[in-house]
């Protein structure tokens, strides 16, 4: 069972800051999705093969044409900073 603390737990491993009405909200959540794990737990699925997918896999691609670049300057148009024919960067080595 997922208790109050474990529920500040996982909030604080995530970054989250959570009222007192979302940790109960969020703990009953929780509680209601292991409980229906549990539940899977007790189906036979011996006779089931291991899947990665339950659906075939399909990569939907384009083909590749060639054409011509983005201009220069139409690319640096809307850089925050930009200087000559480059993006300017905030310096991050010291």
């Known amino acids: 069972m997922i208790t ?3 529920v500040h737990h996982i909030a604080r491993l995530s970054r989250l800051s959570l009222s007192e009405t979302e940790t109960a909200t969020y703990g009953d959540q929780l509680n209601a999705i292991i ?3 549990e539940q899977l737990n007790n189906l036979d699925t011996g006779d089931v093969e291991p899947t990665s997918h339950v659906i ?3 990569n939907v691609t384009r ?3 060639i ?3 983005l201009p220069r300057e139409e690319a640096l148009r809307n850089a925050p900073d ?3 024919r ?3 960067v905030p ?3 010291e």
């Open 4 to 6: 109050r603390d474990d």
């Open 35 to 37: 409980a229906y794990v």
């Open 56 to 58: 075939p896999l399909k």
């Open 63 to 65: 083909v590749d044409s």
């Open 67 to 69: 054409r011509p670049p």
């Open 82 to 84: 930009a200087t000559g």
């Open 86 to 88: 480059f993006y300017r």
């Open 91 to 93: 310096k991050i080595i």
